[in-house]
């Protein structure tokens, strides 16, 4: 059986093809897209029909390699979402997560339910993009003409195949489903005006939504399709193929946003949750994470898209060895990094205001973003012991970011547990994973972690001796009183 994977992420896509040899899971890409939102008139969408001839494209290449016959399954970003007519059309484009329209929301929903009987319902931290608050910033007029609100990639299975769903691990990133009764809560709903009927029935990861309508495509040449419905929220793909074992280890799911935190049986609700902001949103077979939403790789990204020159990756990292640690603590948890005009000259603007040496080549300001991303790391896995009770020996980076080793070591160091790196593509095994047990080729979810541990190359970090709690303490002194009330991530 061949498997497809439909992978995008907040700045690109890609789709991979999957299948299983001699007990080895072998994936090969397909191909690679750009994603990103345009600002059109002050508001920030996307470009979804960009993306859904992405995914007809790259299903022609997978025909025109020789399989005439595949599952799909697609993952996308949470929260983003698509208001559908009554006869199925976009009565306007998505709006983008990192639109502004939203940024003092939360204080205005909180005037009609407070946050910590919203969090009692949801158990889903506070962000000022969530869609609960994107939904109450809507027109009532649009709402009112809305027949579906159907999540980004709920949308584009819907395009392919005309069924409609809400995928639970990115339903419950709308802040909107209530965790005790796995349901849309009423009195929320009835808050920002939309209704239950508005939103398609709940399903599983794991369903199988519905075969490609080929004949709605006819000027593609396109594979027999059965689209599964994986876990469609990128992060809860991407814990689906971190190839943790035992009890103690905890995982961080690093790209554009670092999601940092435990795979759980059950929701944790509690002031010191509520007060940490940390999420319990809903994963595979019923289970919980329980994770802090941690600003990621995109300062890096949008320092490089700032600078004059075009460093890659792998030169920033070089340039930051060059200089000394933690010569700036900053909050990167702060919402004024979730999408200034200019990331370098907020991070100078933030050191600036906080009396601290202004970062000013590419290498200090490489270095200020690791240094401070590994701190914040490792404050979140002592605040997750705190919370659970549970002793983290081990934490498994996975995604984009375990690739930089320089990133993985620090975190070692200021965290004090053994860091296992791998596999990148987290995200694609995971959804390919769902895929597999779907179709009963993988038995269930320890199977198919041992599967990821077998097939792909994990690299160890073993913590180096250095003073973490005094660091710790220098960056609490400096930033900690805005640490646990900023929201950001996804």
Known sequence: ?????????????????????????????ISRFANGFTNVGGTCYWDLDHLLDQILQGLEQVKSVGYDQCTLGIDTWAVDYVLLDDKGKRLRESISYRDGRTKNTIEKVAQ???????????????????????????????????????????????????????????GS????????NHQFDDELLEMISVKKEQFARLVEPGTLLGQLKKEWFPSYDLPNVQVITVASHD?????????????????????????LGIENEVPIINDQAFYKNYTNEWGVF??????????????????????????????FVEEAKKVKAFK???????????????????????????????????????????????????????ELEMITGKKIEQLHIVGGGSNNEWLNQITADLSGRTVF???????????????????????DLETARK??????RIQTYHPNHVDRIAILNQYKEVVYDDYTSSATSL
Request: aromatic letters at 10%; glycine letters at 6%.
């Open 1 to 29: 059986m061949q498997y497809v994977a439909v992978d995008i992420g907040a700045s690109s896509g890609r789709m991979v093809l999957g299948e299983i040899k001699n007990g080895i899971l072998e994936m090969k890409e």
């Open 112 to 170: 009609l339910r407070s946050k910590k009987e919203i969090y009692q319902k949801t158990g889903i931290q506070f962000q000022p993009f969530n869609t609960i608050y994107q939904l109450f910033e809507d027109s009532k007029n649009e709402l009112s003409k809305t027949n579906q609100i159907l999540m980004i990639p709920d949308y584009l299975g819907y395009c392919l195949t005309g069924v409609a769903v809400t995928e639970e691990t990115n």
């Open 173 to 180: 990133t709308t802040q909107l489903l209530n965790i005790h």
């Open 235 to 259: 992060t809860a793909s991407a814990i689906v193929g971190t190839p943790g074992f035992g009890e103690n280890w905890a995982y961080l799911s690093s790209g554009t946003w670092s999601l």
């Open 286 to 315: 019923k289970t919980i994470r329980f994770l802090k939403n941690i600003m990621g790789l995109w300062l890096i990204q949008e320092v490089r898209r700032n600078l004059p020159k075009n460093y890659t990756f792998p030169q």
């Open 328 to 382: 700036q603590f900053v909050n990167f948890n702060h919402e004024r990094f979730l999408n200034p005009d200019n990331m370098v000259e907020e991070i100078q603007n933030y050191c600036r205001e906080t009396n601290q040496e202004v970062p000013l080549t590419p290498g200090e300001l490489a270095n200020c973003i690791y240094n401070n991303l590994a701190i914040i790391y490792a404050i979140a896995i002592d």
């Open 421 to 443: 790196a791998g596999p990148s593509e987290a995200t694609a095994i995971g959804n390919l994973i769902m895929q597999m047990i779907a179709t009963g080729e993988v038995s």
């Open 451 to 456: 599967l990821v541990r077998h097939s792909f």
